[in-house]
């Protein structure tokens, strides 16, 4: 497993897209991806892209490419579901916290045994 990027964050899943249902071999390659997009210095679609809030890793392309394990396809799944942020159980909290997004790490609905039990009458 590669080592999570700055900022507790995992690479930005949309730069996947179209490796997973093998569009192109490598995510650079697709032509629609803004992994290709970045990768040429005078695309017409450069000055649309946003610029990274941490500096980006020099083996960002081999982190990019490297297969998502289930875990991580699990954990980005529960991230789009909830809206919650995702990277390392720290940064998570400390980020919810900070937006005031607690509620989206906890599970939905009551807790069980919410409720207090009526006593029992003799």
């Known amino acids: 497993m590669l080592p999570p990027l700055g900022m507790g964050q ?9 490796v997973r249902p093998r569009l192109a071999a490598r995510a650079q390659d697709s032509p629609w991806g803004s ?11 450069r000055p649309l892209l946003s610029q990274w809030p941490v500096p980006r890793p020099s083996n960002w392309l081999a982190i990019l490419n ?3 394990t289930d875990a991580e396809r699990e ?3 529960k991230h789009i579901e909830r809206s919650s942020p995702m990277g390392s159980d720290s940064w998570t909290r400390a980020t ?27």
């Not at 995992?10 to 179209?18: F, L, S």
């Not at 992994?35 to 679609?45: D, G, I, K, M, P």
């Not at 916290?97 to 807790?111: C, I, Y």
């Open 66 to 68: 490297t297969p998502q």
């Open 35 to 45: 992994a290709f997009v970045r990768q040429s210095r005078s695309h017409e679609l």
């Open 96 to 122: 919810a916290q900070a937006l005031g997004l607690r509620h989206t790490l906890r599970p939905r609905g009551r807790p069980v045994g919410w409720r207090k039990r009526k006593p029992e009458r003799t």
């Open 10 to 18: 995992r690479e930005p899943a949309h730069e996947r897209n179209a």
């Open 75 to 77: 954990q980005m799944k």
